[in-house]
């Protein structure tokens, strides 16, 4: 199946590295208007410099739009962005987010409450700000990026599970208010996804084949393989989908 985003506007958080760099380049080569939203460092600016180079190589276009989401001014002027820019807002992609390995024992007051708000606060501001741009034109698709550690407790803190267990229920909600205002609301779950995150925790190659021992299909996940399922979930033929939570894990999350 062929989609297209021809004459779209969307924007994508932690759209230039891992995840979200996949994703940026998927909605670009379908023919989207891309605002690939990323901190203002310089890790992510080299990684949308590098996102950049292969949507030209494709012929398509992205622009860099950086800033911390956390702000809900952040979030207002990037929906305000894509409605001067291009005149419409169809999409949005909430990806960004982190985790690191520690235990609850260590988990210091501010990480848990850095945690909370990258992974789940910042996303609300983002989804809240895109309502009324959105609801100004035919509808729109709002697609959270959120992790199968929400059901297994997997993704190497407490705070991260929890972080994304609350995006699941935000999902919930959110479908319920807006589908009838012509807004799709879905999850993507990913699990073991071969980016560089993923690496630099498990790169000794003995650890790495533990781990896909443990996925059924039998290899990591790529982020292409996210992007994937989350295209489809902002496409015009998932129109009849709506508060979902697609797991993205080779099958590993229920075996």
């Known amino acids: 199946m062929l989609v297209s985003f021809e004459n779209r506007t969307v924007i994508v958080t932690g759209g230039s590295r891992g995840i979200g760099a996949a994703i940026s380049r998927g909605f670009a080569d379908a023919g989207a208007n891309v605002i690939v939203n990323h901190l203002p460092n310089d890790p992510d600016t080299r990684g949308f410099a590098e996102v950049e180079s292969l949507v030209k190589e494709s012929g398509g ?5 950086p800033g911390d989401i956390t702000d809900a001014t952040v979030c207002e002027n990037l929906c305000r ?26 988990t210091s007051d501010e990480l848990w409450d850095a945690g909370l708000r990258v992974n789940l606060t910042a996303a609300f501001y983002l989804a809240r700000a895109a309502i009324a741009h959105m609801t100004q034109k035919t509808g729109g698709r709002i697609v959270f990026i959120s992790s199968s550690g929400a059901i297994t407790g ?18 919930r909600s959110l479908s319920k208010e807006l589908a009838p205002k012509g807004i799709t609301v879905n999850a993507v779950l990913p699990a073991l996804i071969d980016t560089e ?3 630099g925790r498990h790169n000794d190659p003995e650890k790495r084949k533990a781990l896909i021992d443990r996925i059924p299909v039998g290899r990591l996940g790529l982020a292409e393989d996210v992007a994937n399922a989350v295209l489809f979930l902002a496409s015009d033929q998932a129109g009849f989908i709506c508060g979902q939570h697609l797991i993205v894990d080779g099958g590993s999350t229920y075996k």
Request: proline share 2%; net charge positive.
């Open 61 to 65: 276009t992205c622009v860099s739009a």
């Open 81 to 106: 962005r894509a409605v001067d820019d291009y005149g419409r807002l169809d999409i949005v992609v909430n990806s960004a987010g982190f985790t690191r390995p520690v235990t609850a024992a260590e």
């Open 154 to 171: 997997g993704g190497g803190a407490a705070f991260y599970s929890a972080a994304k267990a609350g995006v699941n229920g935000l999902v």
């Open 197 to 199: 995150l993923l690496r």
